[in-house]
């Protein structure tokens, strides 16, 4: 090939590495399915309005059906009822995909160490981030979305994550 | 007024019917039972039924008491004579095991259905959760619906839509299974219990002051209510009464809290019908209130303020202008918001006249608060049995004529203003003083003196250890919570624990009613209608 007239294609062309494109993608455009269940997800709605404004960091387009999103955000007590429904719906969310356990309960069950509540979600799905607080200020959910785009750097991008997790409601 | 009755398990539907058509107690509150297995609190029978019932002047209560030999054998339904008393006696037998004869659905509400065993009863262990793996499919409920209608699947060709339980416009988690011919809903049948959380068999290993953050998470949207609520009961059974400070200070907290928790449910409720720049105004304004609570009680949503006998500290200096600038800036909000409502007529066809419930139905229900109101009932346990100097200041009910969504959207529009009016007078009234009462077996001492004296450390210790001891007795407490009437009924055994705690969950009954008055209307008006309602699960299933 001749390459006496590529400057003429000036900055027209970047030069750059798969994986570097695929991460630029995902960190800018995460799609949450916000899984609230209780006083945390009322903190994840003034996190998604205009004051603390989540689409500052590119997850604004909430999706309610699994299929659309890619970060699932477990806003609030899991009890062992909705356990079952928890998991189908991660089950139905296509890779990559990511878990935000937001809250004391959602990461342990929180004080309700009582026969309603799961003691905590990653019992059910594989969490990647944890945060604290009962509920936790809206800042702190955001900081949630901003570990998922620095750990989405690190990771291998086009192989399954968390293919070893065990899920208590595998085989029943 | 209160007055409590022991009857016999086979007179109790003559007395609860006579007590309703004769004696004009209309409203029944709240059914529960009691179960005395610790020897601490010996009585003949194992289990006690609780009916709490209020009467059509909306003052005096009545507490009838049925002793049970045989929670198998059980008593008669009372659902035909309070359709509320469907969902109730369901949760009766849910958590306690006991049957109630001809009862149509007699199955569990709170717990999942593949769960064993009953955990309100002294013998189930606390810990002991049991995995659910399958949902139910609702049918069984569906199919007697659709039989009293004469309708058939096939012939009919009806369709089955369900609706969440992880459902963007179902709050939280509420489940609704409707029954479609096309758009129209023939029949609607709810489930709910994916919040429960064991709240009150909580309650019974934690001392009173522990509990209170347990009340912050039943409303979440107005948490210092239900602390206040709680507080207010215990105190009535401790037989204390605050300072003027600490009242006023409850006072206006209470009212910020109602007009927050009408915030969130105008908010959203618009929300899911696309008016979302409602939800900036609406929503924008309740994070000034969430910061002058944070200022506060150091928290925005849980702020566990209240402590039996009073509250942690004191108002910080120059709270009166953080307070006055969140109000002008709701007001503003409110302002906003109704300019681009009011004369919408998007918004006024969508909502007038659907799904109207008239006084009557509304009373048969359970409703209380501002979705009662909105029928056209004028209940407020402000005005029928003021508390706190609620008869001193100068505000006005809001009562609504139809019953239907719009209603119950504007009372709570209105209500808010009126709330506004309230705290503006309390802030004025404010006195100086104490704001906690001076009882060493109550209210914690200073930490001068918990460091200073071994009298006070060992004053610090007894509370903390051993919690504030309450007398024995039963006692139910009610409160005009953002919903409406939040009522607790506390059996206490002497001891710094209770024996017992069952709240009477105003949104409880509200879901009980919807999937009936969502009937033959269309899919799009049950979710504002449900918006309307203001079911927040966490108080529902607690």
């Known amino acids: ?172 | 007024m209160s007055e409590t009755q022991h009857i016999n398990a086979s007179e109790l539907f003559g007395v609860i019917f006579q007590a309703k058509e004769q004696e004009g107690f209309s409203l029944l509150l709240d059914i529960t039972a009691i179960d005395n297995l610790d020897k601490s609190h010996p009585t003949s029978t194992r289990f006690e039924l609780v009916y709490i019932l209020r009467h059509e002047d909306f003052k005096t209560l009545k507490i009838f008491k049925v002793s049970l030999a045989d929670p198998l054998e059980g008593v008669e339904s009372i659902t035909s004579i309070y359709t509320s008393a469907e969902w109730a006696e369901r949760e009766v037998y849910d958590q306690y095991g006991i049957h109630f004869k001809h009862h149509n659905t007699l199955k569990r509400i709170l717990n999942h259905n593949e769960f064993e065993g009953h955990p309100l009863r002294k013998d189930y262990i606390i810990t002991q959760g049991q995995y659910c793996t399958t949902s139910q499919d609702l049918m069984d409920e569906m199919q007697p619906l659709l039989e009293a209608r004469c309708l058939d699947m096939k012939e009919d060709d009806l369709m089955i839509v369900n609706l969440g339980p992880s459902h963007p416009a179902s709050h939280g988690t509420i489940r609704t299974l409707a029954a479609l011919d096309g758009e129209t809903i023939v029949a609607a049948a709810a489930e709910i219990g994916y919040l429960h959380r064991g709240f009150e068999k909580s309650c019974e290993n934690h001392n009173y002051n522990q509990i209170i953050p347990y009340t912050d998470r039943l409303n979440y949207c107005s948490a210092l209510m239900n602390n206040i609520a709680f507080s207010k009961t215990v105190e009535e059974m401790l037989e204390i009464t605050l300072p003027d400070r600490g009242i006023f200070i409850r006072v206006i907290l209470s009212e910020l809290s109602r007009v927050i928790d009408h915030l969130v449910c105008l908010a959203a409720g618009l929300l899911d019908m696309g008016g979302q720049t409602n939800y900036w105004y609406l929503f924008n304004p309740r994070n000034n209130a969430y910061d002058f609570l944070s200022k506060l009680t150091g928290a925005r949503l849980t702020n566990s303020y209240m402590r039996i006998g009073g509250m942690t500290h004191d108002l910080y200096e120059g709270w009166q202008d953080d307070l006055t600038d969140v109000l002008a800036k709701i007001d503003q909000g409110i302002t906003d918001s109704l300019k681009m409502i009011t004369h919408n007529r998007i918004y006024n066809d969508r909502i007038q006249n659907v799904s109207p419930v008239s006084a009557d139905e509304a009373l048969q229900y359970g409703f209380t608060g501002p979705n009662l109101r909105a029928s056209g009932v004028a209940y407020d346990l402000r005005f029928s049995d003021p508390y706190y100097y609620y008869d001193t200041f100068d505000f006005q009910m809001v009562v609504g004529s139809v019953g239907d969504t719009y209603d119950r959207m504007m009372v709570r529009f209105d209500e808010m203003h009126e709330s506004m009016k309230i705290i503006k007078q309390a802030m004025e009234q404010i006195p100086d003083g104490a704001i906690n009462v001076s009882d060493k077996r109550i209210v914690m001492p200073s930490k001068d003196d918990v460091y200073g004296g071994i009298e006070g450390m060992m004053n610090q210790f007894k509370l903390v250890i051993d919690g504030v001891k309450v007398p024995k007795g039963e006692h139910y407490g009610a409160f005009e919570a953002a919903n409406g009437e939040l009522g607790f009924y506390i059996v206490s055994d002497g001891s710094g624990t209770p024996y017992k705690v069952k709240v009477r969950p105003p949104s409880f009954y509200h879901m009980a009613a919807y999937p009936k008055i969502i009937e033959n209307y269309q899919v799009a008006d049950a979710i504002m209608t449900l918006g309307s309602l203001n079911i927040i699960a966490g108080e529902m299933d607690r």
């Open chain 1, 1 to 172: 090939m001749d390459v006496s007239n590529a400057h003429l294609l000036d900055d027209a062309v970047v030069t750059t590495t798969l994986d570097a494109v695929v991460t630029w993608g995902r960190e800018a455009s995460l799609w949450p399915f916000v899984f609230g269940t209780a006083c945390c997800a009322i903190e994840f709605m003034a996190t998604a309005a205009s004051r603390y404004d989540i689409s500052r960091f590119g997850a604004e387009v909430l999706r309610f059906s699994p299929r659309h999103a890619d970060l699932l955000v477990v806003a609030g007590t899991v009890s062992y009822k909705q356990a079952p429904i928890l998991k189908q719906i991660y089950d139905q969310m296509p890779e990559p995909k990511w878990v935000v356990a937001v809250g004391a309960c959602a990461s342990t069950g929180g004080f309700y160490d009582n026969y309603t509540t799961l003691q905590g979600i990653d019992e059910i799905v594989p969490v990647d981030v944890y945060v604290a607080g009962c509920p936790p200020r809206p800042e702190a959910i955001l900081d949630a979305v901003i570990s998922i785009q620095k750990q989405l750097k690190e990771e291998p991008k086009f192989t399954l994550r968390h293919q070893e997790f065990k899920s208590k409601l595998d085989n029943v």
